[in-house]
T-cell receptor, first 111, second 117 residues
Framework: TQLLKQSPQFLSIQEGENLTVYCNSS?????LQWYRQEPGEGPVLLVT?????EVKKLKRLTFQFGDARKDSSLHITAAQTGDTGLYLC???????????FGKGTTLSVSS | EAGVAQSPRYKIIEKRQSVAFWCNPI?????LYWYQQILGQGPKLLIQ????????DSQLPKDRFSAERLKGVDSTLKIQPAKLEDSAVYLC???????????????FGNGTRLTVT
């Protein structure tokens, strides 16, 4: 069974701080995606990482895919209140056609 | 382009009653997914359609849940009879093709929040 563990489960920080959230598995994934979900809305795709060791940057967000393709991290620099939300990592199932989600990290950024 | 549409947004029912959710995917998207998201957890795949055929329904509790996508466009998810543990947000998502996820990303609707009392 492919499982994705995210940590921490909850994170509450002040505006301007940096943070990192983690997504780990004992299984190898062909690709991993990160989504952000706001209350009352569906998840929205932030990034897809495919190659082991890959690093992608999206403004203040930096995503890394582990060399062995079993883990990933999301680093946010100088967090803003607009970054508040549920961050979900998701990996492709063995067929590569559907997503398996972690439980998510709930981020709260206060001013 | 218009996004994935879901209705209703909210539904409150008593246990043992039945309920149905509707999803209209993005136009032209061949693949449609239903996910269940219990409070505090990530979405869990219930069923995946490719056009009007079922690709994966291994995690659908078939004794009470059913889903159909008769014309390969809209889809309905039904629960009969509902249990307390079915309280969750039911998310519909679509993607252009059923090919590898990394090049055919999912687009989610805003979900239907079901409360079973």
């Amino acid at each position: 069974t492919q499982l994705l563990k995210q940590s921490p489960q909850f994170l509450s920080i002040q505006e301007g701080e940096n943070l990192t959230v983690y997504c780990n598995s004992s299984s190898v994934f062909s690709s991993l995606q990160w989504y952000r979900q706001e209350p009352g809305e569906g998840p929205v795709l932030l990034v897809t990482v495919v190659t082991g060791g890959e690093v992608k940057k999206l403004k203040r967000l930096t995503f890394q895919f582990g060399d062995a393709r079993k883990d990933s991290s999301l680093h946010i620099t100088a967090a803003q209140t607009g970054d508040t939300g549920l961050y979900l990592c998701a990996g492709a199932n063995q067929a590569g056609t559907a997503l398996i989600f972690g439980k998510g990290t709930t981020l709260s950024v206060s001013s | 382009e218009a996004g994935v549409a879901q209705s209703p947004r909210y539904k409150i029912i008593e246990k043992r009653q039945s309920v149905a959710f509707w999803c209209n995917p993005i136009s032209g998207h061949a693949t449609l997914y239903w996910y269940q998201q219990i409070l505090g957890q990530g979405p869990k795949l219930l069923i995946q359609f490719q056009n009007n055929g079922v690709v994966d329904d291994s995690q659908l509790p078939k004794d009470r849940f059913s889903a159909e996508r008769l014309k390969g466009v809209d889809s309905t998810l039904k629960i009969q009879p509902a249990k307390l543990e079915d309280s969750a947000v039911y998310l519909c998502a679509s993607s252009p093709t059923g090919q590898q996820i990394y090049n055919s990303p999912l687009h989610f609707g805003n979900g239907t929040r079901l409360t079973v009392t």
